[in-house]
């Protein structure tokens, strides 16, 4: 894998030199960057670099910032357990992706989501291959193969396709960093956290069969998960930049991440809305209780009482899935809190309800805007926490097929469980 990685370094540079072979193809992540998209981005690159049968220099690309890496703690541990050194690693703003593209020079496949932001939509016309375990989003085309399935990982479906093809590839570092994001991404295999499928245990089973070396399964999911919640010296705008989505439609833009018990919440989650120009914020927890049961909560913050009561009834009303929410008192006036019965209703869950709640919402104003011609968005509350709130002057407008754009693209997951 080293060497692998080194060589992609130098592919990298030929191509922002303008210089190199024919075409770079690039397997992308999505804009969380989670251990499944990073480790599916590497292996599933690795795999290419050896079965391709084009000139193309294959290239791992973790779709943020080098500088947010280090936010991803459960990321650092798994590559310092693996033996791959940081360094590596290619971030976005290391390859431009755009340029590649209209030159004719770029071929991409996307793993760990199946359609690109409406930022990158420029970027369509290159995708040529996905591999992915989201609701399907994606239109069907004859000239790009799609795999979505809904497994636990993202990685399982990597791994299966590496023992499928090339099983000669896998050595102890891959399998260890296949191995520990499936264990990770599925919850230890516990069938009560609702994230394992018969296709996790199968793929998980084959690579510890194979490499009898791998680490215990409970002793390295929970050293995983002992990393993932190292949030020692993070501030709160860290902490919600770790781990966060971006759904976007109508007038709102709201980012979804985990909930925090600090003091002060109100205060800085106010100020990283006004700085970010979020609209709303939803915050999911889970933590176990002394019998492993899991335990959820839910919170809703937002500047605008109307936004605030609008997103709890769409929740409170949801049936697909029913989330089983029930009130919990708040001492803070703009967060609205919930104890979340079906623990089964992961983030991952939670979100199409968020998309289908925006696009109806859309759909209200524009048959508004249609009987009034002079329509304008009802008065927005004034934001009684900080001046310069971007509610202040009105909600802007944003295009429903921007649903996902930099869906997490701050810091895809809870997917996987949390705790605060």
Same mark, same amino acid.
């Given at each position: 894998?080293?060497?692998?990685?080194?060589?992609?370094?130098?592919?990298?540079?030929?191509?922002?030199?303008?210089?190199? +072979?024919?075409?770079?193809?690039?397997?992308?992540?999505?804009?969380?960057? #989670?251990?499944?998209?990073?480790? =599916?981005?590497?292996?599933?690159?690795?795999?290419?670099?050896?079965?391709?049968?084009?000139?193309?220099?294959?290239?791992?690309?973790?779709?943020?910032?080098?500088?947010?890496?280090?936010?991803?703690?459960?990321?650092?541990?798994?590559?310092?357990? =693996?033996?791959?050194?940081?360094?590596?690693?290619?971030?976005?703003?290391?390859?431009?992706?755009?340029?590649?593209?209209?030159?004719?020079?770029?071929?991409?496949?996307?793993?760990?989501?199946?359609?690109?932001?409406?930022?990158?939509?420029?970027?369509?016309?290159?995708?040529?291959?996905?591999? #992915?375990?989201?609701?399907?989003?994606?239109?069907?085309?004859?000239?790009?193969?799609?795999?979505?399935?809904?497994?636990?990982?993202?990685?399982?479906?990597?791994?299966?396709?590496?023992?499928?093809?090339?099983?000669?590839?896998?050595?102890?570092?891959?399998?260890? /960093?296949?191995?520990?994001?499936?264990?990770?991404?599925?919850?230890?295999?516990?069938?009560?956290? +609702?994230?394992?499928?018969?296709?996790?245990?199968?793929?998980?089973?084959?690579?510890?069969?194979?490499?009898?070396? $791998?680490?215990?399964?409970?002793?390295?999911?929970?050293?995983?998960?002992?990393?993932?919640?190292?949030?020692?010296?993070?501030?709160?705008?860290?902490? /919600?930049?770790?781990?966060?989505?971006?759904?976007?439609?109508?007038?709102?833009?709201?980012?979804?991440? #985990?909930?925090?018990?600090?003091?002060?919440?109100?205060?800085?989650?106010?100020?990283?809305?006004?700085?970010?120009?979020?609209?709303?914020?939803?915050?999911?927890?889970?933590?176990?209780?002394?019998?492993?049961?899991?335990?959820?909560?839910?919170?809703?913050?937002?500047?605008?009482? $109307?936004?605030?009561?609008?997103?709890?009834?769409?929740?409170?009303?949801?049936?697909?899935?029913?989330?089983?929410?029930?009130?919990?008192?708040?001492?803070?006036?703009?967060?609205?809190?919930?104890?979340?019965?079906?623990?089964?209703?992961?983030?991952?869950?939670?979100?199409?309800?968020?998309?289908?709640? $925006?696009?109806?919402?859309?759909?209200?104003?524009?048959?508004?805007?249609?009987?009034?011609?002079?329509?304008?968005?009802?008065?927005?509350?004034?934001?009684?926490?900080?001046?310069?709130?971007?509610?202040?002057? +009105?909600?802007?407008?944003?295009?429903?097929?921007?649903?996902?754009?930099?869906?997490?693209?701050?810091? #895809?997951?809870?997917?996987?469980?949390?705790?605060?």
């Amino acid at each position: 894998m080293e060497t692998f990685l080194t060589s992609c370094h130098e592919e990298a540079l030929k191509a922002n030199r303008g210089d190199g +072979g024919p075409g770079f193809h690039v397997v992308l992540g999505n804009e969380a960057c #989670d251990m499944d998209s990073m480790v =599916s981005v590497m292996a599933y690159a690795y795999f290419l670099s050896k079965t391709l049968s084009t000139n193309a220099a294959v290239l791992p690309v973790l779709n943020i910032p080098r500088s947010e890496f280090a936010l991803r703690t459960d990321n650092v541990f798994l590559l310092r357990q =693996s033996g791959v050194p940081q360094d590596m690693l290619i971030f976005r703003e290391q390859l431009d992706l755009l340029q590649l593209q209209r030159t004719g020079r770029l071929a991409l496949t996307l793993v760990d989501h199946n359609v690109l932001p409406s930022s990158d939509r420029d970027l369509e016309g290159a995708v040529v291959e996905v591999i #992915d375990h989201h609701l399907l989003e994606r239109e069907p085309s004859s000239s790009c193969p799609v795999t979505v399935e809904m497994v636990g990982s993202c990685a399982t479906l990597v791994t299966e396709r590496i023992v499928q093809k090339a099983p000669e590839i896998l050595d102890p570092q891959l399998a260890l /960093l296949l191995y520990g994001t499936i264990v990770l991404d599925c919850v230890n295999m516990a069938p009560e956290a +609702g994230k394992v499928t018969p296709k996790d245990s199968q793929y998980a089973a084959q690579l510890e069969t194979r490499f009898p070396g $791998l680490p215990p399964r409970g002793a390295l999911f929970q050293s995983l998960q002992n990393a993932r919640f190292d949030v020692s010296g993070l501030s709160t705008e860290q902490m /919600l930049l770790k781990d966060m989505k971006v759904v976007t439609g109508g007038e709102l833009h709201l980012a979804v991440s #985990d909930f925090l018990q600090r003091a002060d919440l109100e205060k800085d989650l106010s100020a990283f809305s006004v700085e970010h120009g979020y609209n709303m914020l939803l915050a999911m927890t889970i933590s176990f209780k002394d019998n492993k049961e899991p335990f959820r909560q839910l919170a809703i913050f937002s500047h605008s009482t $109307l936004c605030r009561e609008e997103m709890s009834q769409a929740l409170e009303q949801a049936r697909n899935p029913a989330l089983s929410l029930c009130p919990i008192s708040s001492p803070h006036s703009h967060i609205k809190a919930y104890l979340q019965g079906n623990t089964q209703a992961s983030r991952k869950k939670l979100l199409p309800i968020i998309k289908d709640f $925006l696009r109806e919402r859309e759909q209200d104003y524009c048959r508004a805007d249609e009987e009034e011609e002079d329509c304008q968005f009802p008065p927005t509350p004034m934001n009684s926490l900080v001046e310069g709130c971007p509610l202040d002057n +009105g909600l802007p407008r944003i295009s429903a097929q921007a649903l996902e754009e930099k869906f997490s693209k701050m810091a #895809d997951q809870e997917e996987r469980t949390r705790s605060p």
